[in-house]
Every structure is written in structure tokens, then in C-alpha cells.
């Protein structure tokens, strides 16, 4: 079981457009950010490798290539924003590699704007041309109502985005003991924790957490908000994610408290 950073950036990834700071022209490869997002990849007890996204992010495509995934069981989606959603009609491939529709896993209000902006995927009768689109299967969910997949478990934490409530994610195996970095929570664009979903972070050994920047920001924790939030919760281990161009990895990572980190693309935890 093992679970894969494939960005850690912000909505603009880095390095951004125009911008000559410290980060953006940075030859360590750590503080190149694509977009954030996350797969989960496991073998189920029939022998079968399967594969979970968290969010499909605007650059999905490059970040399936460099992992080299050949499949996509499903996708749970932690909001709507377009840094979160903009990359799903890249999994069509996925349809046509695997013969099988791809399960999506979101919240009612999530559901509803995706099949705005993907009117083509989700009202395919009334294109004018019928084309190569995704095929999808969807599952609504709710907070703290678990969807078990293949020998998985995920929970969904009601988190806040500014005003915006938007999910998170506690994922761990159903049936066998957990073994490191499970149980694992996500939990991306966070900045605030209601009081009903701390108890679903308990427990963990590794916590994804939002962490922007220094400066405080009405929508993201920054880094201390995620430090003082992170030692609350206590995981083993802390990563964290949604990182902006403010932050150079080689500056920031070695004052961070013991056992939290900021995380990078292509960072795998697990084996």
C-alpha cells in the first residue's frame, strides 16, 4: 500500500507564470509543484493492483506519465475548485485501457459543478458529435459516511476552505492491521477544522495537511496554522502540501518542528 504525491503546489503550481523569486527559479527539483493531488495504490486480497486518485488536477495527464499508472479505479474528490477537478477528461484512456467506467466519489454540491463544467462527459446524448469522453460512475458522498473499495477504506472529514465546506479524506486498510503511513488522512485547501472532525483525525500515523505559506491567508492554513494544527492532531508523521512559491523547501523544511515536513512531488510513502 503505498500513497504518491503527485503535486504539491498551488492553483498556480510552480514555478508560476512571470515570476523570478527565489522558488520559481530554484534548481532543486523539490520546489518544482504541480498542481496538488495524491494517488493511493494497493494490491486487493484477489491478487489485483488498484489505483485511487485524489482529485484530478489540471496537470493529472503529465503527473500519470511520470508515474506510469495503466489504470484508475476510481476518484474522490475533496472539492470543485479548478485546480481539483480540471483534469478529468484526461482518465477517458483509463476507460479505453481498463474497458470499464471509473467510479467518482464526491460531495452533492461537487457533483453538480462537475456536471456544469462537464456537460460534454455527463449530458453526452445531446452532444452534437458523439466523441471520445470519460465514462463515469458517481457516487455521492457525505461527511463521516465511509466508502469501503477493494479492501480500502475512505472516510470522508468535513473540512473548511474559507467558507467553503469541502472534504478531506481518513484512508485505511478494512481488514488487515494497518502498517505505516496508514491510517492517513488528506487533508488539502483546509483552513479550519470543525469541531465534529477532529475525532476522525485521531489516531493517524501520517497526516497530509494544507500548509500555503508564512503570511496567514483567509482560505489556507499558513505554516503555523498547519504546525499548531498538526501537533494537535499528533500522526507520527506530517507532510505537508498546497505549498506556494513563498516557501523554499531547503530554507523551510529543516526548522520545521520534529516529525513534519514539507512534502514534494513524487514523494511515495509506503512500499
Not at 69 to 85: L, N, Y
Request: charged share 25%.
Amino acid at each position: 500500500m503505498r500513497f504518491i504525491f503527485l503535486g504539491t503546489g498551488t492553483s498556480s503550481g510552480i514555478p508560476i507564470i512571470a515570476c523570478r523569486c527565489d522558488v520559481c527559479r530554484s534548481d532543486d527539483p523539490r520546489d518544482t509543484r504541480l498542481r496538488s493531488g495524491a494517488a493511493v495504490t494497493w494490491t486487493d486480497a484477489s491478487g489485483n493492483e488498484r489505483v485511487v486518485f485524489l482529485d484530478a488536477t489540471p496537470d493529472l495527464r503529465q503527473q500519470v506519465l511520470l508515474h506510469d499508472f495503466w489504470r484508475c479505479d476510481a476518484i474522490f474528490f475533496t472539492h470543485h475548485h479548478v485546480d481539483h477537478i480540471f483534469g478529468l477528461d484526461e482518465v477517458r484512456r483509463f476507460n479505453a485501457v481498463m474497458n470499464s467506467p471509473i467510479d467518482i466519489y464526491a460531495e452533492p454540491r461537487v457533483v453538480q459543478n462537475l456536471e456544469r463544467v462537464y456537460k460534454h462527459i455527463f449530458d453526452r446524448p445531446n452532444n452534437i458529435n458523439d466523441s471520445f469522453v470519460a465514462s463515469l460512475i458517481t457516487f455521492r458522498l457525505h461527511p463521516a459516511e465511509p466508502v469501503e473499495l477493494h479492501g480500502m477504506r475512505f472516510t470522508p472529514i468535513r473540512l473548511l476552505h474559507g467558507r467553503l465546506p469541502i472534504l478531506g479524506y481518513r484512508i485505511e486498510p478494512i481488514d488487515e492491521e494497518p502498517k505505516p503511513p496508514f491510517p492517513l488522512a488528506y487533508c488539502t485547501d483546509v483552513s479550519g477544522i470543525p469541531p465534529e472532525s477532529w475525532a476522525l483525525l485521531e489516531g493517524l500515523d501520517t497526516l497530509i495537511l494544507d500548509a500555503l505559506r508564512i503570511r496567514k491567508h483567509p482560505t489556507h492554513f499558513n505554516l503555523d496554522q498547519a504546525c499548531n494544527a498538526a501537533a494537535r492532531i499528533g500522526a507520527r508523521q506530517t507532510w505537508f502540501t498546497h505549498i506556494a512559491h513563498e516557501l523554499l523547501h531547503a530554507r523551510v523544511d529543516p526548522d520545521l518542528p520534529e516529525g513534519m515536513n514539507l512534502a514534494y512531488d513524487g514523494l511515495v510513502l509506503g512500499h
